[in-house]
């Protein structure tokens, strides 16, 4: 596999400002650095920096409810009308972790990516529910618990950061901390990730990057602080680098997170959502012409990012993006 010829070929290459990373068990194979973590000063990315990944956070949060089942708090098969002590208003009393975790559950969604007017109706509920205030994961209900299910729980595969929210406080009645630092505690800390955290986007640490979209009219460069919840919460919203993501893939695969059985449970192929995809407990799934691939992509306002482990050739990909260019045809070439 030619990393550098990947690269080259890739037609979004000279936009992309983040870092692209490719890494053996013995170290970095190919790494390049592009833009800017800060514009205004001209600071430049580099393999340290720390970038928002949006939902590449639901991998945490899906090995975060597995570790409750490892120490039999949880169970796939449990219901959340058993588990929160919250009105859930019109969510499904039937629906169970196994659901939430694959996508299946129905839920209705406060981020609905499978709406055409997605961006449109995500604008609409800034305004109405300002971003600064969203520290908490019980503030998200008033967004989610009046909302109809868009199908019956386990009918088909859709798409949910309302699921994975609810996941979160299910983690949070689980364990009896917060969600952020049960994350921090049983997954960060353990694995050495020590460029891996829920930054608050008004105190963000030394080298981590700014968040930048383009104004269509003005063509100015402007920061995503007015588009992002403040803390960061189970869907989306945690800030890392690839040095860590390949920690995190590595530990994953040698059974330090979870015990092998539910190591295995989380990477198994459990709902499918095309013909060579499907996802597991919190991970994606690529098997085409027997080449397998476990796979986290994140996108948001000033985020484009994605992470994958290719566990026949035991490399870890990822390219963490402080901007718009859609990095996802990069990910097809390891797929």
Known sequence: MDIE???NNWQEAGKFSGVFAVNSGQGIIFEKSCGFRNRSEKLLNNSETAFAVASVTKLFTGLAVCKLIDEGKLSLDSKLCDILPYDLGRIDKRVTIFQLLTHTSGIGDYIDEEAEDC???LEKLNKKYPVYLWERLDYYLQMITPLPPKFEPGARFGYSNAGFIILGLVIEAASGISYQQF????I???CGLVGTGY???DAL????AYGYKKDNESGEWRMNIFSMPVVGGSDGGLF???GDLDKLWRAIFAYKILSEKTT???LHPHAKFDENGAYGLGVYISNRADKLVYFAVGGDCGVDCFTAYLPGREISVSALGNSNVNTYSLLEAFL
């Open 205 to 208: 640490p030394a080298n981590t």
């Open 199 to 201: 930054y608050r986007m």
């Open 119 to 121: 961006d449109e109706q």
């Open 240 to 242: 890392t680098c690839p």
């Open 188 to 190: 960060i800390k353990p």
């Open 183 to 186: 994350v921090t505690d049983k």
């Open 5 to 7: 010829k990947i690269w």
């Open 264 to 266: 295995q449970l989380f």
